[in-house]
Structure formats: C-alpha cells, structure tokens
C-alpha cells in the first residue's frame, strides 16, 4: 500500500513527515499491489492531490483491473457490419447466405443500435442482444438461425481483436421442435403432374404457348434427381449426357451423378428455351431472381391441386418437397443411407441422416423384428403358466 509523506525544507520549521499542512513537497512510498517498491515524488505541495495520485498509482497496477478499451480504438457497430459482410462477399459465399446476412444486419441491427442509441460494438452486451432477439418477429428455426449468425459475427469481431468475448454466446440457445420431413406420395405427384397440362390456358406472356411444358419438365427432374430448384433452374444442357445427370450442387459444390428415366430426359431434350446452353433459365440476370420466377408457379400450381393431407387440411407444399420425394422414396425402396447422401450431394452423412432417418428402410425393418421378439416372448410366458397349472 501507498502512503504520503512530507519533506520539509527551511525556512518550515516542521519536522515532523506527517505533518499535511505546510507547503513542503510531498511523496509517495510503499509497495504497489504487484509487489514492487517505489519512492517517487507526488510533485505537488497538496497533502489530497499527492493521496489521490497514490490511490490512483495502486489501480493503475493493480493485475486483476479489468481492462478498459481505448475509445480512439474502438469499433462502431456499422463498422463492423461493413467489415463483416465485405469478408462473407470475398469469400465468395452464396448469394443467399450474404443476403440473409445483409438483412440481420444491415437492416435490423444497425436500425435497432441507432433507436437504443448504441454506437459501438462493446456496447452490445449479453443483456442488450437478449433485447435485439426478443424484437425480432420470427419462428422457432428462423430465430435459431439468425442466433448462429449472430454467433458467428461476434465470432468475427473477436478474430479481429475488437471484443474479448462473444456475447451471442452468452444467451440461451433457442428451443426447436423439428417437424417431420414431409414428401409427396405417388399418388400426389401424379396429381401434380396432370395439373400442369392444365396450367396457363391463359394466353399472353412471353413464351406462353411452352409454358406448361417448362413447368411439367421442371416438377419431373426435381422429382428424379433431387435437385433443388435453383440448381434445377440453372441446370445447364451439356450436363445431362444420355440419361446421366452431371452437376455440381449450387451450395455444397459436390459433385453429383444423377441416373433419370428416358421419360424425364425426353422431355428435357425436347424442351423448347431462348439459351441453348441451359434447359430453363435465360442466362440473363441473377439466377436467384429466376427461381423466384418459378417458384411463384409452383405456388399457382400448388393452390390449383389443392392437396389435403390424412386430418383433411390443405397440406403446405413447397419447391423442395420434391428432393424430400426423391430422398424417401430411395430410402423406402431399400437404397443405404450413405448412397442417397451422395446423390442428395450432401457434404455428410449426417445431414442426410439428420433430416430422413426416420424412411430407413432397413431401420424400420430392424425395430419391426425387435418389437415382434419383445412381443412374442411376453405373449407366451402366460401361456406356459397355464400349462403348469
């Protein structure tokens, strides 16, 4: 500890080190709280101001001070945000991803931050992105998702030496309910295949008169190969070599090889486009702009069919329920888990397992004969009980 002392010099008559009230020089001496000893001058003829630098030494050394930023260092929130999303554009991640990020962001972050009056990025606390998520207007997964992003771009801040600690991490994870993966049965689909010979009578539109015929060629190759629709838009011709479907998937980027039935691969071979080099899209624009084309459609189609599921409810269908048909209908028919994960193009098994575990068949058939052996071994114990009576 730190404690002041006077030098007296002539003409005071004090002798006395104590002593506060001359106008001698003051010191400071004593041990600091690392352990080292120092003397040094207070500079200053005031008995308080010399106290308050020695209180003021034994802080500054003191080890376990928390550490406080250096304001001319910090970061401001928008900055970033403009780093981080500059980083996801360069390392070339998918249009999707970076929107979505642009959205959380851009557009709600940074709005939220300027209404709560926060400027920089220590200020977004544990406490205060509890509050930015409970703002938020979402589902369940939605919620969960932008969570992880959150993760990871207090996960970022962290890489550049902006914050010390991530406090995304810090808040309770969200609690999910995963619902069943759901598919369409044979008879569904050929309800909606039926329905695209009547979709568009309407005239009018560019290339109205082949629309139809686009939309049934496009239901069926997302049915047989498990694409998904923005690779199935953006499919190019010189991919499909015989009845062999040749591609990279738009967002894990394996490599896929696709077997399809001549019907499906008549019919793309004969499907009329203003590109030859792709079956469907224009080879103008965005691509994500021409799914949305054809996922407007789908929707169109959807309503027209009006399919109910087992409880009489409409059932809700999306473009992607057509990889889920292609996935469980394998699975069903017997195909290993491992092989329908490499024709979905997953990047690992266990995404595949995560989302279509439940249509193994070989899993099914194995809990079926452990369920028959339970059931059998507990239906013949009263049997014999009888006998011996």
């Known amino acids: 500890m730190l404690s002041v002392y006077t030098r007296h ?70 900055e970033a945000v403009r780093d981080f999303l500059s980083d996801e554009q360069a390392r070339q991640l998918a249009k999707t991803t970076t929107c979505q990020s642009k959205t959380l962001f851009q557009k709600q972050l940074l709005e939220w931050a300027r209404g709560e009056s926060l400027n920089f990025i220590d200020e977004l606390t544990t406490v205060r992105l509890r509050e930015f998520r409970a703002s938020w207007k979402n589902g369940a997964l939605t919620t969960q998702r932008k969570h992880h992003r959150l993760n990871g771009f207090f996960d970022f801040c962290i890489e550049n030496e902006w914050l010390h600690k991530n406090p995304s991490k810090k808040m309770k994870p969200v609690q999910v309910s995963p619902d069943p993966t759901d598919y369409f049965t044979p008879t569904e689909f050929a309800k909606i295949v039926d329905a695209t010979y009547a979709y568009a009578d309407w005239k009018g539109g560019r290339d109205f008169q082949h629309r139809a015929f686009r939309l049934r060629a496009l239901v069926l190759l997302m049915r047989w190969s498990g694409l998904s629709i923005l690779d199935a838009v953006t499919l190019e011709r010189r991919r499909l070599e015989g009845d062999r479907l040749l591609l990279y ?26 590109n030859p080099r792709y079956f469907f899209w ?108």
């Open 9 to 78: 010099y002539p003409p005071c008559t004090q002798a006395d080190s104590n002593h506060r009230r001359c106008h001698c020089p003051k010191w400071i001496n004593g041990t600091l709280p690392t352990g080292q000893f120092v003397r040094v001058s207070a500079k200053t003829r005031s008995w308080e101001n010399a106290e308050r630098k020695a209180r003021i030494m034994e802080v500054n050394a003191d080890p376990l001070r928390p550490v406080l930023p250096d304001v001319s260092l910090r970061i401001t929130i928008e």
């Open 282 to 389: 224009s080879g103008n624009g965005d691509p994500h702009t021409a799914k949305k084309g054809w996922q407007r459609s789908l929707r169109l189609l959807f309503r027209t069919v009006n399919l109910k599921s087992e409880d009489d409810q409409p059932k809700h269908c999306h473009p992607h329920m057509f990889r889920d048909t292609f996935a469980v209908e394998l699975l069903l028919a017997g195909v290993s888990l491992d092989q329908v994960s490499l024709l979905l193009g997953h990047s690992s098994i266990k995404i595949t397992e995560k989302h279509y575990a439940p249509f193994v068949k070989a899993r099914q058939q194995q809990l079926e004969i452990s369920a028959r052996m339970a059931w059998d071994s507990s239906t013949r114990s009263p049997v014999k009980t009888e006998a011996v009576m």
């Open 249 to 274: 998937r738009h967002k894990t980027k394996v490599p896929v090889y696709v077997p399809l039935p001549p019907v499906v691969t008549n019919l793309l071979q004969a499907l009329p486009n203003s």
